[in-house]
């Protein structure tokens, strides 16, 4: 068998011809059709606790925004209408697998498990990530594009070498696929067959740069075929089919069978950060077309023709995610004491001697700030 060979054979690795619906935009039910693979839709009690997390991940998209206004937040990337791609990554894992985000991935992060407060720290303008990534396997939030994939794959080889049983996933956007670390990542995944799976959010812009200035590919999920990796196409504002796409796809590495590249066919309904003007790049009328398409709205109406979905629970829901809003609000809005010695107490876990020498200096000054202060204070005083 020449060196090359694909095992799974190369049916496998060509993606579906068109990206795998399951609930239509009514919130009817989609029957199979012209899907690589039978994937099984979820039943209503998984899609009822992934509608509590979408109506969260809303309200918390909302929720940050108006910190941002409020100057709490120093910056925010919304994923208003690209939530079912983030609860989806975050529900198909186990425990003991590891999540990837990017800095548009709160609401994933926050599906995890990861406190509020915490994960919003980093989009605060905070030293630290805010979070332990070892508490819930999330790794802190990225902002260069696709950085986090090459580190998504690393914990992936260590993982395969360590002979655990964890899965990776590592989410990113369309422009990431445009960077070099987006290869080198796909590249290593797949020649060592490492259980990691890339979701790719397609939300149609990198920034101002439209997909069709990014790539000629008739897919990004094609793009696999280059690195003998299996892709797919899904339907990124279908949570019932995100859930089976992905799942079957984790289920496919920690079953030895190696990486897989799946493409989330979404759009990002806002600006890409609250410092971006969309309207300069893209028309009103482009964005009201995804409007009907809307994750939360489409699995709502299916939830409630299935008889899961009444005032009551809506209220309970929606009452459950405000309270979630209020936590964050408040631990958002509570100053901060910032220690300055920090700058030198997290650099190494032994201290250089310079690293002693700036600390000794900056806290003589301090002290002698501090004393100047106080001299001040009493002489106006007499």
């Excluded at 498990?113 to 989009?123: C, K, N, S, T």
């Excluded at 893209?282 to 409630?304: F, I, K, M, N, Y």
Aim: hydrophobic share 40%; aromatic share 6%.
């Amino acid at each position: 068998m020449p060196q090359n060979t694909i095992p799974d054979g190369e049916a496998l690795l060509l993606p579906s011809g068109e990206p795998i619906q399951m609930i239509d935009a009514d919130g009817g039910a989609v029957e199979q059709g012209g899907w690589k693979e039978p994937y099984v839709r979820p039943d209503d009690a998984r899609l009822l606790s992934g509608y509590e997390h979408l109506v969260l991940g809303r309200r918390i998209n909302d929720q940050a925004g108006a910190l941002v206004r409020q100057g709490r937040l120093a910056v925010y990337p919304s994923s208003h209408g690209q939530e079912a791609c983030q609860v989806a990554a975050a529900m198909v894992l186990g425990s003991e697998d590891w999540l990837f985000p990017t800095y548009r991935d709160t609401v994933a992060v926050l599906a995890r498990g990861v406190d509020p407060v915490a994960a919003f720290q980093m989009l605060r303008g905070s030293w630290h990530a805010g979070y332990n990534p070892m508490e819930h396997k999330v790794a802190t939030q990225a902002t260069p594009l696709a950085t986090q994939l090459l580190h998504a794959v690393g914990m992936a080889h260590a993982a395969k070498l360590k002979g655990e049983d964890s899965v990776v996933l590592a989410l990113c956007g369309d422009g990431a696929t445009s960077e070099g670390d987006f290869h080198e990542a796909l590249n290593f995944a797949a020649v060592y067959r490492l259980p990691v799976v890339f979701l790719i959010q397609n939300n149609e812009f990198a920034i101002s740069v439209p997909l069709s200035q990014q790539t000629a590919a008739p897919s990004l999920a094609h793009k696999g075929i280059g690195y003998g990796m299996p892709g797919e196409r899904v339907d990124g504002n279908d949570l019932a089919a995100l859930l089976a796409v992905l799942g079957s796809a984790v289920d496919r590495a920690r079953g030895g069978g190696g990486p897989s590249m799946v493409e989330a066919h979404t759009y990002r309904m806002q600006s890409h950060t609250n410092a971006d003007d969309a309207t300069r790049y893209r028309s009103d009328a482009e964005v009201a077309q995804w409007v009907p398409r809307d994750p939360l709205t489409r699995l709502g109406r299916h939830l409630a023709a299935a008889g899961l979905l009444d005032e009551d629970v809506e209220a309970r829901i929606a009452a459950a995610a405000e309270s979630v809003a209020a936590r964050l609000r408040d631990g958002l809005n509570a100053e901060v004491e910032v220690d300055p010695q920090d700058l030198f107490a997290f650099v190494y876990t032994e201290p250089t001697p310079q690293l002693r020498e700036q600390s000794a200096f900056l806290a003589d000054e301090l002290a002698r700030s501090a004393g100047a202060t106080i001299e001040n204070a009493e002489g106006g005083l007499r």
